[in-house]
């Protein structure tokens, strides 16, 4: 059947906001909606959700640089009641898997607090004992630990972290674990001159002592594993201090 005759008076059709029906299209389709863009209602709740993460950020941002720095890291700590050298915040740069120290992107921010499930400061102060927890399963520690060492390569092509570094995150991320093991190994880190750095093997190396070799005897270490030489002489200062 040919389509019927538009009964629209003429002047119509120079309406631009006017709708024409799908019988008056020689298509059959609707044309004045081409410019509409028809948004699905979960698309609109992560667009919103995203809108308020990004108020969020912006909170904390400097203005010039576009990004958190050490002085928003700060005043967020500040906010939910944690203090910056908590190793919480270490935790929360890694879930948001921030690439450099003391500083947080727009996409780091949008995608690790979407990751933690949280869109406000409450829920974000609320979400961290699921992230300490998260943290410490055997599947995300030995990241995590990683992580913390690499988070401290500040400058680029660094390969190594100073000793007094080193005996800070050292306390920080096994400290609460291995306190003896810990409190032990930084004394002789801090009274040992051969070492005035170390690298990722031998900070690895660290948390492998913790969790495998038996304290105080020592008894299950052996030297002739590959261990980092750096430990090898920390085990024969520990059986001198013994004696």
């Known amino acids: 059947m040919p389509p019927r005759a538009s009964k629209r008076k003429a002047t119509a059709s120079h309406n631009s906001s006017s709708v024409t029906s799908a019988d008056d299209s020689p298509t059959g389709t609707i044309t004045g909606l ?33 990004i ?44 690790g607090m979407k990751a933690l499930k949280v869109d406000s400061l409450s829920k974000l102060k609320k979400g961290l004992p699921e992230l300490e927890k998260e943290v410490n399963t055997p599947g995300n520690f030995q990241d995590f630990y990683s992580y913390a060492f690499r988070y401290c390569l500040t400058e680029e092509k660094q390969k190594t972290v100073d000793i007094e570094s080193v005996c800070e995150l050292l306390n920080l991320v096994l400290g609460s674990q291995f306190q003896s093991k810990v409190d032990l190994l930084i004394e002789y880190l801090k009274i040992q001159s051969d070492y005035k750095a170390i690298n990722l093997d ?25 261990w980092p030489l750096i430990l090898d002489n920390f085990v024969d200062w520990m059986k001198e201090k013994r004696c």
């Open 34 to 66: 081409d410019n509409v863009i028809l948004i699905a209602p979960s698309d609109k709740t992560k667009t919103k959700k995203t809108d308020r993460l990004d108020t969020l950020f912006d909170s904390y941002a400097n203005c010039s640089s576009g």
């Open 68 to 111: 958190i720095d050490p002085e928003g890291i700060e005043a967020l700590c500040s906010d939910i009641n944690v203090e910056h050298t908590d190793v919480r915040i270490l935790m929360f740069a890694w879930k948001l898997k921030a690439q450099r120290q003391g500083y947080f992107t727009r996409d780091e921010w949008r995608s």
């Open 202 to 226: 031998q900070w690895m190396g660290f948390l492998r002592f913790c969790k495998e070799i038996s304290f105080p005897d020592l008894e299950n270490y052996d030297a002739d594993l590959a």
